[in-house]
């Protein structure tokens, strides 16, 4: 996505020929609802609408420094230059590999994701900088987007970028969730749990955030930088010992987290920060809804935040699909970031094994239906791969077979999307620019 521009969905190249004509309706129309919710993120008007809304603040301000961190940190800083013109003191943009460009005035970070790298520690260092600098009369505008704790990574004193990644890489693997995972990523960082916010005490701080977390909790969308914290070190000692993880600590972390993190009292309220949430998972399972509706289909209830394991929540997904006793079209909207506990060594990511489970659930309890399932990322990536995710229907796991796949070995090793290639089922839309969490759509005819 750049500005409001949407990289269409390309129609996987499977068996178009000989495919079930009703199977193939739904999963167009599985991608156009899919297509609504990403719309509906669309950063650059969503930070339009909210600074035109703050017009006598920007007018009130001396100078401006603005800051942008996340996976869609290029569309929400372009959006908001031309509001700000001839304010502008300093303009610092950290963005993730893909997503990053060139943009006049504007000092650009192209940095690691979900991994943590040195170019996002620079980055973070000049984003640090530059809040700091706010002096009295003068106004920070910080624009927060999905990805923005690993992309924005400063650890805290005496902790290395390797240890940090270190941690990272195992809350990742453990099966941690974003809030269980993000409230540690504040404990051992000199930028989240509201400590960016408090380094503009001088002036004043905005920041315009688009959440990709449960519930729109701004204490974890990117571990919270510019709002008071409710993480403490018990907390994320907590949270490792949960997953297994405190013995295997390197040593910098767990002396940060036992020595110098319980003296901090991040609850502390930052009277001179705003934080507004202009975009959310929420308003883009509305947006895939009303396009459902707009299409025909009777909309049910799905999730309003999926969690937990990924072969648990196919399981209740398809359970819901099971239960519907209306006829006609259904369709079935759901949102959240349910995790994978990694047990191989695989490619793949939570949106295509989700949905290879739940063409897996299916086959174990087939639907009387037809169907179509699609999971994907609204920000465009799923993992460590080129995917948005998969769209799956009833004859998923029989294209495969013929391909010589053994799904059951490719689930045991974390292997969906090599299974799904074969298939013909990934969901590719290329980067969208925008990071709301993940949208899952069950289309019943």
């Known amino acids: 996505m750049q500005g409001s521009d949407f990289v269409p969905i390309c129609q996987a190249p499977f068996m178009t020929q000989t495919a079930d004509p009703v199977i193939l309706a739904l999963r167009a129309d599985a991608k156009a609802f899919f297509a609504a919710a990403v719309k509906a993120a669309d950063p650059a008007g969503a930070v339009e609408k909210a600074l035109l809304a703050r017009k006598a603040e920007i007018d009130a301000a001396s100078r401006i420094v603005l800051v942008a961190f996340g996976k869609a940190a290029a569309p929400m800083i372009r959006a908001a230059l031309p509001l700000l013109s001839g304010k502008i003191k300093q303009a610092v943009m950290v963005t993730n590999y893909e997503n990053a460009a060139e943009i006049e005035g504007v000092e650009v970070f192209a940095a690691g994701h979900p991994i943590p790298d040195e170019n996002g520690v620079r980055g973070a260092l000049s984003v640090e900088k530059a809040v700091a600098s706010v002096e009295e009369g003068e106004l920070a505008i910080v624009l927060v987007s999905g990805g923005g704790s690993a992309l924005l990574c400063a650890p805290a004193e005496g902790i290395s970028l390797a240890d940090k990644m270190a941690l990272n890489t195992a809350l990742i693997r453990s099966g941690a969730d974003i809030t269980e995972i993000n409230t540690v990523r504040s404990m051992v960082s000199r930028l989240k749990g509201g400590r960016l916010a408090r380094l503009a005490k001088r002036g004043k701080l905005v920041a315009l955030v688009l959440s990709d977390v449960p519930g729109d909790d701004l204490t974890i969308i990117a571990s919270g930088p510019t709002v008071p914290s409710k993480a403490t070190a018990a ?17 910098s972390i767990a002396r940060h987290l036992r020595e110098i993190a319980p003296s901090e009292h991040l609850a502390a309220e930052i009277p001179h920060a705003q934080s507004v949430i202009i975009g959310s998972n929420r308003l883009s399972l509305e947006a895939a809804e009303e396009a459902a509706r707009a299409a025909g289909y009777q909309t049910l209830p799905g999730y309003s935040w999926l969690e937990g394991e990924v072969g648990e929540a196919a399981r209740d997904l398809h359970a819901k699909a099971e239960a519907v006793t209306a006829g006609g079209k259904v369709a079935i909207v759901s949102g959240g970031e349910p995790v994978v506990k990694l047990t191989g060594t695989g490619k793949g990511g939570r949106n295509q094994e989700l949905a290879l489970r739940f063409a897996v ?22 993992g460590p791969t080129e995917a948005a995710g998969a769209v799956v229907d009833r004859a998923t796991l029989s294209r495969m077979q013929k391909a010589g796949i053994d799904v059951s070995a490719r689930l045991a090793d974390n292997d969906s999307n090599p299974a799904l290639d074969a298939s013909g089922d990934l969901l590719m839309t290329g980067g969208t620019g925008t990071n709301v969490a993940d949208i899952q759509i069950i289309l019943l005819k």
């Open 235 to 251: 907390r994320a000692n907590a949270i490792l010992s949960k997953y297994g993880l405190a013995d295997t600590l390197p040593a």
């Open 361 to 382: 659930a299916d086959a174990e309890r087939p639907l009387t239906r037809a169907w179509t399932f699609l999971s994907g990322g609204t920000d465009g990536r799923d």
